[in-house]
Nanobody, 116 residues
């Protein structure tokens, strides 16, 4: 069974940092790309960042480039999202995602709140 478990969210002041973790299980971690998405109240879910566990290639959304860094620890089957210089507009529920055998799997989400 594919499972994605996020952690690390919380309340932080603008300019601060948080590190999110996504622990994955139920599939061969090295073979798939893992992504982070976020959804703010009243807004559509948007892609934040993605990493290929096999070759380490990464993608960042324009709104987070230069502030967020995605990484993976293949030994721990875990993907991290280091978020620096946080802004109030980064406030959202952050979700981990994998597309495994044509199915989309999501974690339960972790709340990030950035106060001004």
């Amino acid at each position: 069974e594919v499972q994605l478990v996020e952690s690390g969210g919380g309340l932080v002041q603008a300019g601060g940092s948080l590190r999110l973790s996504c622990a994955a299980s139920g599939f061969t971690f090295d073979d798939y790309a893992i992504g982070w998405f976020r959804q703010a109240p009243g807004k559509e879910r948007e892609g934040v960042s993605c990493i290929s566990s096999s070759d380490g290639s990464t993608y960042y959304g324009d709104s987070v480039k230069g502030r967020f860094t995605i990484s993976s620890d293949n030994a721990k089957n875990t993907v991290y999202l280091q978020m620096n210089s946080l802004k109030p507009e980064d406030t959202a529920v952050y979700y981990c995602h994998v597309n495994y055998r044509t199915m989309d799997y999501w974690g339960q989400g972790t709340q990030v709140t950035v106060s001004s």
